[in-house]
């Protein structure tokens, strides 16, 4: 019989052979030194950290709000269980859009931290043609705090006693009704609100919700629609009345008021806006966890929860992987929440 076997291959093609296999093992061998070049300064940085010096937490609004609240709460325990001073430092303005960038550009080396709400993460990408960050690619999820319900105020010494009452006004008197917002969780339902009852009303941009709170206790805008933490003090001083809440269902903070859907017939909206702490992109896995621990542990203590739940907001934390998904999620909310409303990007 004829043989059929592979004849061997004849010297030359040996030699091709091992010099494309000594050729394959110098660029590995020569690789390595720039991979380990690469991971070096992400190693150096997460021993080092926190010693080296302080660390920030920026956040998006100002003194009073729920950012500000709950970022010193943050502050305290990092603190406490870093070892390491940590400031707060505000930086409010363009809807979030300052402190943002502030945190994106940032090194990644654990000594910024960014205390936000979906202001910045869900609907700004959705309010603005252009922003100076993506709210992706630009940060790190480090852990979810909690939702905070929006509620809808009005000056307690108007007669005003439900939304009815406001909107009745509003066409009694076209022309003179606005609204106060320092936030997209407070911007998005007063216009759903004016467009859906066909109310003639003008908005007004704030740097924060105390300012705006402030003008219409004041009398210089008709309503307001701001967090529930940050209304408590206008409201146990009798110069705010709160009317109506924000989300889909009535919240079990403020179960006596109805929500926007049930007081104005807006159907098929709802929104809850949430708090979380992000890092700058690329930070370090080991800076990741250690502050996520830190927060969550925080958030799970029982005084902490009711201390939470006595400034309007429901606890909700979550770690790195569970938060990168709801803020990838919330995106999609807020694109459909803020088309209802017919607010138009800038």
């Known amino acids: 019989m004829p043989d059929r076997s592979i004849p061997n291959p004849p010297p030359a093609t040996h030699r091709r052979r091992r010099a494309s296999l000594r ?39 100002g003194a009073g709000s729920a950012s500000d609240i709950y970022a010193r709460m943050i502050a305290e325990r ?35 931290l960014f205390v936000t709400t979906n202001t910045t993460h869900s609907a700004n990408p959705f309010l603005f043609r252009r922003l100076p960050y993506d709210p992706i690619r630009d940060f790190t999820p480090i852990a979810r705090v909690g939702y905070f319900p929006f509620v809808l105020l009005v000056d307690a010494a108007r007669p005003w006693r439900s939304v009815a009452d406001l909107i009745a006004h509003a066409k009694a008197n076209p022309g003179t009704v606005s609204y106060a917002y320092s936030s997209s969780a407070g911007q998005i339902p007063a216009a759903a609100l004016a ?7 003008v908005g007004i941009a704030y740097k924060a919700s105390p300012q705006a709170l402030t003008d219409v206790a004041g009398g210089q805008a008709t309503f307001t629609i701001v967090d529930l933490a940050t209304s408590q003090p206008f409201v146990k001083s009798g110069r705010l009345r709160p009317l109506a809440v924000t989300p889909v269902e009535r ?33 370090p896995k080991p800076i990741v966890d250690r502050i996520s621990a830190e927060v969550l542990a925080l958030f799970a203590q029982d005084e902490v929860r009711q201390r939470m739940v006595a400034t309007g907001v429901e606890p909700a934390p979550a770690g790195p992987a569970e938060f990168e998904a709801f803020v990838r999620a919330q995106l999609d909310v807020w694109e459909r929440q803020i088309r209802i409303a017919g607010v138009k990007p800038e």
């Open 23 to 61: 050729a394959v093992l110098a660029l590995a061998l020569a690789l390595v030194p720039a991979l380990a070049a690469l991971l070096a300064p992400a190693r150096a940085v997460a021993q080092e950290w926190p010693a080296a010096r302080p660390l920030r937490i920026v956040i998006a609004f």
């Open 78 to 112: 990092l603190q406490k269980g870093l070892g390491q001073a940590v400031i707060v430092e505000s930086r409010p303005g363009a809807s979030g859009q300052i402190a943002a960038e502030a945190v994106a550009r940032a090194p990644a080396d654990g000594y910024t």
């Open 195 to 201: 467009i859906a009852t066909r109310m003639d009303a």
């Open 251 to 283: 919240t079990s903070l403020a179960p006596d008021l109805p929500t926007l859907r049930e007081a104005a017939g807006l159907a098929d909206f709802g929104v809850t806006a949430w708090l979380g702490v992000f890092g700058p992109a690329g930070l």
